[in-house]
Nanobody
Framework: QVQPVESGGGAVQAGGSLRLSCTIS????????LGWFRQAPGKEREGVAS????????FYADSLKGRFTLYQDSGQKPVTLQMDGQEPADTAMYFC???????????????????WSRGTLVSVSS
Protein backbone atom coordinates (compact mmCIF):
# COMPACT_ATOMS: atom_id res chain seq x y z
CA GLN A 1 0.00 0.00 0.00
CA VAL A 2 1.11 3.52 -0.76
CA GLN A 3 1.37 5.83 2.23
CA PRO A 4 1.54 9.54 1.47
CA VAL A 5 3.03 11.59 4.29
CA GLU A 6 2.73 15.35 4.29
CA SER A 7 4.60 18.05 6.12
CA GLY A 8 3.99 21.74 6.50
CA GLY A 9 0.79 23.58 7.13
CA GLY A 10 0.08 26.18 9.73
CA ALA A 11 -1.41 29.64 10.05
CA VAL A 12 -0.68 32.59 7.81
CA GLN A 13 -2.20 35.97 7.11
CA ALA A 14 -3.99 36.76 3.89
CA GLY A 15 -1.53 37.45 1.14
CA GLY A 16 1.12 35.31 2.75
CA SER A 17 2.76 32.13 1.56
CA LEU A 18 3.00 28.61 2.80
CA ARG A 19 4.67 25.49 1.52
CA LEU A 20 3.53 21.90 1.84
CA SER A 21 5.56 18.82 1.02
CA CYS A 22 4.62 15.22 0.53
CA THR A 23 6.47 11.96 0.16
CA ILE A 24 5.13 8.52 -0.60
CA SER A 25 6.34 5.21 0.72
CA UNK A 26 5.42 1.63 0.11
CA UNK A 27 4.85 0.15 -3.29
CA UNK A 28 4.85 3.13 -5.62
CA UNK A 29 5.46 1.50 -9.00
CA UNK A 30 1.86 1.92 -10.10
CA UNK A 31 1.39 5.51 -8.96
CA UNK A 32 0.83 7.85 -11.88
CA UNK A 33 -0.06 11.10 -10.15
CA LEU A 34 0.63 12.83 -6.90
CA GLY A 35 -1.18 15.89 -5.69
CA TRP A 36 -3.27 17.67 -3.13
CA PHE A 37 -6.90 17.80 -2.22
CA ARG A 38 -8.41 19.96 0.45
CA GLN A 39 -11.56 20.14 2.51
CA ALA A 40 -12.76 23.36 4.07
CA PRO A 41 -15.20 23.39 6.99
CA GLY A 42 -18.66 22.55 5.75
CA LYS A 43 -17.41 21.95 2.23
CA GLU A 44 -16.78 18.95 0.05
CA ARG A 45 -13.30 17.82 -0.76
CA GLU A 46 -11.87 19.46 -3.83
CA GLY A 47 -8.82 18.93 -5.92
CA VAL A 48 -6.09 21.52 -5.54
CA ALA A 49 -3.22 20.46 -7.73
CA SER A 50 -1.92 17.43 -9.53
CA UNK A 51 1.41 16.41 -10.96
CA UNK A 52 2.18 13.53 -13.25
CA UNK A 53 5.03 11.68 -11.60
CA UNK A 54 6.81 10.67 -14.77
CA UNK A 55 6.77 13.82 -16.83
CA UNK A 56 5.97 16.66 -14.50
CA UNK A 57 2.69 17.67 -16.12
CA UNK A 58 0.60 19.68 -13.70
CA PHE A 59 -2.88 21.10 -13.47
CA TYR A 60 -4.66 23.15 -10.85
CA ALA A 61 -8.10 24.07 -9.67
CA ASP A 62 -9.33 27.00 -11.73
CA SER A 63 -10.18 29.01 -8.63
CA LEU A 64 -6.54 29.14 -7.56
CA LYS A 65 -5.75 31.47 -10.45
CA GLY A 66 -2.07 30.65 -10.56
CA ARG A 67 -1.46 31.26 -6.86
CA PHE A 68 -0.40 27.69 -6.21
CA THR A 69 2.50 25.87 -7.80
CA LEU A 70 3.17 22.15 -7.58
CA TYR A 71 6.54 20.76 -8.49
CA GLN A 72 8.78 17.78 -8.04
CA ASP A 73 12.50 17.70 -8.75
CA SER A 74 12.49 13.96 -9.32
CA GLY A 75 10.32 10.94 -8.76
CA GLN A 76 12.18 10.15 -5.57
CA LYS A 77 11.99 13.57 -3.98
CA PRO A 78 9.10 15.17 -2.16
CA VAL A 79 6.44 16.90 -4.15
CA THR A 80 6.08 20.50 -3.08
CA LEU A 81 3.02 22.72 -3.12
CA GLN A 82 3.94 26.37 -3.01
CA MET A 83 0.97 28.48 -2.00
CA ASP A 84 1.24 32.21 -2.56
CA GLY A 85 -1.21 35.04 -2.15
CA GLN A 86 -3.29 32.97 0.21
CA GLU A 87 -6.86 33.89 0.97
CA PRO A 88 -9.13 33.04 3.88
CA ALA A 89 -11.01 30.72 1.53
CA ASP A 90 -7.87 28.61 1.37
CA THR A 91 -8.40 27.58 4.97
CA ALA A 92 -8.84 23.84 4.92
CA MET A 93 -7.40 20.49 5.73
CA TYR A 94 -4.96 19.62 2.98
CA PHE A 95 -4.38 16.03 1.98
CA CYS A 96 -1.56 14.65 -0.09
CA UNK A 97 -2.98 12.10 -2.49
CA UNK A 98 -1.67 9.46 -4.84
CA UNK A 99 -3.52 7.93 -7.74
CA UNK A 100 -2.86 4.98 -10.00
CA UNK A 101 -5.38 5.86 -12.67
CA UNK A 102 -4.22 6.06 -16.24
CA UNK A 103 -5.91 9.42 -16.79
CA UNK A 104 -5.21 11.10 -13.47
CA UNK A 105 -2.95 13.57 -15.24
CA UNK A 106 -5.86 14.92 -17.28
CA UNK A 107 -8.48 15.91 -14.74
CA UNK A 108 -9.45 15.54 -11.10
CA UNK A 109 -12.56 13.76 -12.25
CA UNK A 110 -10.44 10.74 -13.13
CA UNK A 111 -8.92 10.49 -9.65
CA UNK A 112 -9.89 7.61 -7.34
CA UNK A 113 -8.24 8.60 -4.92
CA UNK A 114 -6.14 5.55 -4.08
CA UNK A 115 -4.13 6.84 -1.12
CA TRP A 116 -4.55 9.70 1.31
CA SER A 117 -2.31 11.34 3.85
CA ARG A 118 -3.59 12.12 7.34
CA GLY A 119 -4.01 15.76 6.40
CA THR A 120 -2.54 19.01 7.61
CA LEU A 121 -4.39 22.17 8.55
CA VAL A 122 -3.84 25.40 6.68
CA SER A 123 -5.44 28.43 8.30
CA VAL A 124 -5.48 31.79 6.55
CA SER A 125 -6.65 34.81 8.50
CA SER A 126 -7.70 38.19 7.17
Amino acid sequence: QVQPVESGGGAVQAGGSLRLSCTISGYTANINCLGWFRQAPGKEREGVASIKINGGRTFYADSLKGRFTLYQDSGQKPVTLQMDGQEPADTAMYFCVADRGEFCGDSFKFWGVDSWSRGTLVSVSS
